[in-house]
């Protein structure tokens, strides 16, 4: 069923790459944790296994998962030659999703330009067929930030948290130009207006159905 409840058990949060989850979901996986004690979350990364990366990812999303059962998986695909590495990757979430039947996926959107992100949001509803998936975003030069449908609100505490995790756990990427509190903030910001709040992480939401009572 494609809906989440108030009782959320079991989460799957994928990334193309180290940091992709953090950068589109931290705060939510924060919140996320916070409000279910217990919650298990698989986390599977298709790139940078093996290297100081993995390490920096392992590390981050421990942070951003306090007292969640984590299980963090790091595969070694080569970074922007996804497409050349469908099988591999879809076996990657084969064999996932044959160990786990999450409540939630987060995953990145299909409207994002890098090839990489797009192809795993695309290969996403050919293994997790039934399942809520919310698609992240991430500010980057592409310009390919779009209209999102769903939002999780934060609080100046909770955004002002996410950031300062993205800065302590990925040295690697300090110096990228768009990879500061500015730009994770200002992001933020704009999405916290659009829903009302003061802080927010949107995500776009393909399908998903009400619960609601007769």
Request: hydrophobic share 40%.
């Amino acid at each position: 069923m494609i809906s989440l409840g108030g009782n959320v058990r079991s989460v799957v949060v994928l990334g193309a790459h180290c940091d992709d989850i953090a950068i589109g979901a931290g705060g939510t996986l924060l919140a996320l944790c916070e409000a279910n004690i217990g919650l298990r979350v698989d986390a599977l990364v298709l790139s940078g296994g093996g290297t100081d990366r993995e390490d920096e990812e392992r590390a981050a999303l421990r942070a951003f998962c306090p007292a969640a059962e984590l299980d963090v998986t790091v595969h070694k695909l080569p970074d922007g030659r996804l497409p050349a590495h469908w099988d591999e990757a879809k076996n990657a979430l084969e064999d996932l999703r044959s160990r786990t039947d999450p409540d939630l996926v987060i995953a990145p959107h299909r409207g994002d330009a890098h090839q990489d992100h797009r192809g795993l949001a695309k290969l996403v509803p050919t293994v997790f067929r039934g399942h809520l998936t919310l698609g992240y975003e991430i500010v980057k030069w592409d310009g390919d930030l779009g209209s999102p449908n769903t939002y999780q609100p934060l609080s100046s505490e909770r955004a002002e948290k996410k950031v300062a995790l993205l800065q302590q756990h990925y040295p690697s990427q300090r110096h990228r130009p768009w990879y500061d509190k500015e730009a994770f903030l200002g992001l933020a910001r704009i999405r916290g207006i659009e829903c009302q709040s003061r802080y927010a992480e949107a995500f776009h939401v393909t399908k998903m159905t009400l619960g609601l009572e007769v």
